[in-house]
């Protein structure tokens, strides 16, 4: 006994307009919540470090920099920013260049080009052998016992 009825036959239909409205709602929900992230809101402090205090190196050249852009080698303020004074500075306080080791002191609000001017001033006094001072963080700092 077949009771089903001998006629036309319909194919079952899938309604596309509920799925197209979800996944709209579904893109506009994406779009509003994803935040974007600028690199010019990039925050950097410098310069910290957590390595241990250098051993005293005899032939060491100081040079600092200061937050306004001003230079200092061996403790002895420079007149001028340029590249070919800081070099002529260095040349004049380092005997020999072999083993002489430059120490970039810069302070952290101290601008890029400062540094790569003392670093560019090294390389042509001969220089090679470059560090740079940081200060420890206080979170490497060895805990003080109270009395």
């Known amino acids: 006994m077949n009771f089903r009825p001998r006629g036309h036959r319909d194919e079952p239909e899938i309604n596309l307009i509920p799925f197209i409205d979800i996944l709209l709602v579904v893109v506009i929900f994406l779009v509003l ?10 925050k950097v402090n410098l310069p910290v470090a957590d390595a241990e205090a ?8 100081l040079v600092t920099v200061g937050a306004d852009g001003r230079y ?11 590249v070919e004074l800081i070099a002529s500075a260095l040349q004049s306080s380092v005997e020999d260049g072999r083993d002489t080791v430059v120490v970039i002191s810069a302070d952290a609000a ?3 080009q400062s540094v790569i001017n003392v670093m560019d001033a090294a390389r042509r006094a001969g220089l090679v052998q470059i560090t740079f001072a940081t200060q420890q963080s206080a979170s490497a700092a060895p805990a003080r016992k109270r009395p």
């Open 72 to 82: 200092a080698v061996n403790r002895t303020v420079l007149e001028g920013t340029s």
């Open 110 to 112: 101290a601008a890029h």
């Open 33 to 42: 919540t994803t935040t974007y992230s600028k690199f010019t809101e990039l």
């Open 54 to 61: 250098p051993k005293q190196n005899p032939k060491e050249v």
